[in-house]
């Protein structure tokens, strides 16, 4: 599939926004579906509906089928070791506090440490937080440098003795930074520290393998990967599944339930309570299917292209000013203007039919140590073109005269 025909994938580019063709540059927050997605969870719901591991009758076993094919191709994509590694969640966030809660209750203690950084979407702290406040463990951040980056160098200043898990983002939702997460895991294993990493944001732009990375826990959301809302994904080395409690009890989740006692179902069954996303995991395996087609390095390539040319373009711009130049930067370009706040640029862009965010992106930490309120956020998705960047410029322009 060419690059330049991916957005006739899309269906929603062929509606106007306020009379204006859209220019989508939001997809940090969420990106857009592609026609396949969308098809197959009509079809799945009009043709082929069932729940899933539980009855014998034929839609059953075939839905049941389907879910798992889902399950060996995130295995395949990610390049885990083990199919049964790969849990559904309802999303990244419920990924990283099931880590939490579960290695929370088992492992840590009053005086332990977990160690962040100033990067962490709230997705990523407020788990953790509540460790702080129903077992008294500690929060340490790895500092942000100039650049907007965090390095290997401040992740080793903030391990101590009392360090029990490392937490961090694989690339910035506000800076863009991509942190060389494979070198922190291989320090904190070096110490016997077990490693999430945050892969929201890395998981449609990067290339991801689990066995280079070796790191403990991964999580994803499958919304940010051209694919349904509802449905996120936790990598966990199965080593890990074994040993930690299951998070939430119901059913398909159990081995055996009687008066005296529980056992608890094999893997992932363990970390699976309940009735699933079925149609959206599904659907998922369309997603998988249409960033195999394109393919990650013609995605790389093709956004690093976008970045390097938006960022040429905002620096030239008067009065922009870019927030963060870290060395090995993602599809982010976060960034204010003189006089204007970020919730007036966005409402103005919008009316061009352009799309950004604008607030602190579930990053009041970051935003706090760079003494903003809010920031201005466009963000690239594969469906984008240099084109909607010039449109992106052109109502930058547009909004400076408004405030003149």
């Not at 040429?312 to 930067?329: F, H, M």
């Amino acid at each position: 599939m060419k690059i330049e025909d991916i957005k006739k994938e899309f269906p929603i580019f062929n509606n106007k926004v306020q009379n204006n063709d859209l220019v989508y540059l939001d997809s940090a927050n969420s990106s857009q579906k592609p026609l396949v997605v969308i098809d197959r969870i009509y079809d799945f719901y009009t043709k082929e509906f069932s729940n899933v591991g539980r009855s014998v009758h034929y839609l059953a076993v075939a839905a049941t089928n389907l879910y798992e094919n889902t399950r060996t191709s995130v295995q395949k994509y990610i390049n885990a070791k083990d199919k049964n590694e790969i849990v559904f969640t309802k999303g990244a966030t419920e990924a990283i506090n099931l880590v939490a809660s579960t290695f929370g209750q088992k492992y840590l203690k009053e005086g332990d440490e977990i160690l962040l950084t100033e990067l962490e979407h709230h997705s990523n702290y407020v788990p953790w937080h509540y460790l702080r406040k129903s077992k008294g463990i500690k929060i340490q951040f790895a500092d942000v440098n100039e650049n907007g980056e965090v390095t290997l160098e401040s992740i080793e200043k903030k391990i101590t003795q009392k360090t029990k898990i490392i937490a961090i983002t694989h690339l910035s939702n506000v800076t863009g930074a991509i942190l060389p997460v494979k070198e922190i895991t291989k320090l904190a294993h070096s110490k016997g520290i077990p490693v999430l990493i945050d892969g929201c944001q890395s998981a449609p732009h990067l290339k991801l393998d689990m066995q280079d990375l070796d790191c403990d826990f991964y999580a994803i959301s499958c919304h940010k990967m051209y694919g349904p809302t509802g449905l996120g994904i936790l990598y966990a080395k199965k080593k890990w599944l074994e040993e930690l409690p299951p998070y939430q009890g119901g059913g398909g989740m159990i081995g055996e339930v009687k008066k005296e006692g529980i056992t608890y179902g094999d893997l992932p069954n363990k970390f699976e309570a309940g009735t699933m996303a079925t149609a959206q995991v599904i659907a998922f395996n369309e997603s998988i299917k249409f960033l195999n087609k394109i393919g990650i390095d013609n995605i790389v390539k093709h956004e690093n292209e976008l970045m390097e040319y938006g960022q040429e373009l905002l620096r030239k711009n008067n009065s922009v000013k870019l927030i963060g130049n870290p060395k090995n930067k993602g599809a982010v370009l976060s960034f204010t203007i003189d006089g204007i706040h970020p919730h007036d640029i966005a409402t103005i862009l919008d009316e061009d039919g352009v799309a950004i965010r604008a607030g602190h992106h579930c990053c009041q930490i970051l935003h706090e140590k760079l003494d903003l309120v809010a920031t201005a956020r466009a963000s690239l998705g594969v469906y984008n073109t240099k084109e909607d960047l010039d449109q992106l410029n052109l109502s930058i322009n547009k909004c400076k005269k408004i405030f003149e």
